[in-house]
């Protein structure tokens, strides 16, 4: 089993759209959760870090259950530029590296 | 924000020659860098952790007599592919951990833009 799991898509989103997925851990020592975005052939770039309480940035909400060992990311009023592929990253100390799940390919159509 | 270069962008290299990925950490010194590699529709995979003044650690399945690292200064850590063969074809990517974040924020990495690799 992959340490860290997520469905690859693409999901299909209109434009103005809401569109949220998750992705599951499988290490409970896992200590901090963030979500990347990746563009097509380029490195992945920091979206947001994952917070216990959840937390928003925008249009984006990311969210933490560590009973069922998933995060959620939720894009609202999907805009054009969302279209890319992201990245669920789980950080444990023990090792101090980062694991990257598969991405979930999202594509914002007009 | 902490700027991480990487060179070159591109290569192609036939199989059988060695190939030398440089990364740089333009405004800051990184004591730590990671080297990833990501095939196609794949996600990144940690290859190895490279440390200032001492020998690198590589993750399980990675060669390190065929991925050589060295990280002879704080701002600069170098990847070799030895005897290049086309499965070794990928996106490279290195990243670099800011110092001056803190113990805190040790997990916060800054990545370079990657280096696409092909080999013919």
């Known amino acids: 089993r992959k340490e860290v799991e997520q469905d690859p898509g693409p999901f299909n989103v209109p434009e103005g759209a809401t569109v949220a997925f998750n992705c599951t851990y499988s290490n409970s020592a896992s200590q901090s959760f963030f979500w990347y975005r990746q563009d097509c052939r380029k490195e992945p770039k920091l979206l947001m870090s994952?917070?216990?309480s959840g937390n928003e940035d925008g249009r984006f909400t990311a969210q933490l259950n560590r009973a069922s060992q998933y995060i959620s990311l939720l894009i609202r009023d999907s805009k054009l530029s969302d279209s890319a592929t992201y990245l669920c990253?789980?950080?444990?100390?023990?090792?101090?590296?980062?694991?990257f799940g598969g991405g979930t390919r999202v594509l914002v159509k007009p | 924000g902490a700027v991480v270069s990487q060179h070159p962008s591109r290569v192609i290299c036939k199989s059988g020659t060695s190939v030398k990925i440089e990364c740089r950490s333009l405004d800051f010194q990184a004591t730590t860098m990671f080297w990833y590699r990501q095939f196609p529709k794949q996600s990144l995979m940690l290859m190895a952790t490279s440390n200032e003044g001492s020998k690198a650690t590589y993750e399980q399945g990675v060669e390190k007599d065929k991925f050589l690292i060295n990280h002879a200064s704080l701002t600069l850590s170098t990847l070799t592919v030895t005897s290049a063969h086309p499965e070794d074809s990928s996106f490279y990517i290195c990243?670099?951990?800011?110092?001056?974040?803190?113990?805190?924020?040790?997990?916060?990495?800054?990545f370079g833009p990657g280096t696409r690799l092909t080999v013919t």
């Open positions: 990243s670099a951990r800011d110092p001056r974040t803190g113990v805190l924020h040790s997990y916060e990495q800054y």
């Open positions: 990253v789980v950080y444990k100390a023990a090792g101090n590296k980062l694991t």
């Open positions: 994952v917070y216990s």
